[in-house]
């Protein structure tokens, strides 16, 4: 038997301390080492749906919902004061194709709904409308920012099933 052989076969690279040091800076960070992405980007989502959810009891804050416009990640990360934003925008271009893909769908489906709604508001007359409007668009998008938090955090589709079902 040769050294070779004696030797078992690793499937994964043993972590080293370059790993870990990365790994490190991304948890400081508060970037998912598994996924490579931040809950930071979905505050960009939340500050649309804050928005919409004045615009019934106040209709002039359509106008502020009309001001708001979509970011991609790496906009939004190069706009922010996230002291870590080069970082972020790193890990998530590195981060899996497949991880990466399920996330910017969501993402790219929340701004074409808050794109669809801002371009309705304009052309919504009467406040109650718009209220009803901005309704609705919260209704589509809060789940979606859910499940976008999900795929950050590492979660299964179970587990939005779970936290939507209380």
């Not at 899996?96 to 701004?111: C, V």
């Amino acid at each position: 038997m040769t050294a070779a052989a004696a030797k078992p076969a690793r499937s994964e690279p043993e972590p080293g301390l370059d790993d870990e040091v990365r790994i490190a800076r991304l948890r400081a960070a508060n970037i998912n080492p598994r996924t490579g992405l931040a809950t930071d980007y979905l505050n960009h989502f939340n500050e649309a749906i804050m928005l919409l959810e004045m615009i019934p009891d106040m209709p002039e804050c359509a106008e502020d919902f009309l001001s708001w416009r979509p970011l991609s990640y790496a906009e939004h990360f190069t706009a922010s004061r996230f002291k870590a934003r080069d970082l972020a925008i790193a890990a998530y271009n590195s981060a899996d194709i497949h991880i990466r893909a399920e996330f910017d769908s969501l993402t790219s489906a929340m701004t074409s709904i808050l794109s669809a709604v801002g371009e309705a508001l304009v052309k919504a007359q009467e406040d109650r409308i718009r209220a009803r409007l901005a309704q609705q668009a919260i209704n589509w998008v809060k789940p979606l920012v859910m499940q976008a938090g999900a795929i950050i955090n590492g979660g299964v589709e179970s587990d939005v099933e779970f936290i939507m079902s209380r």
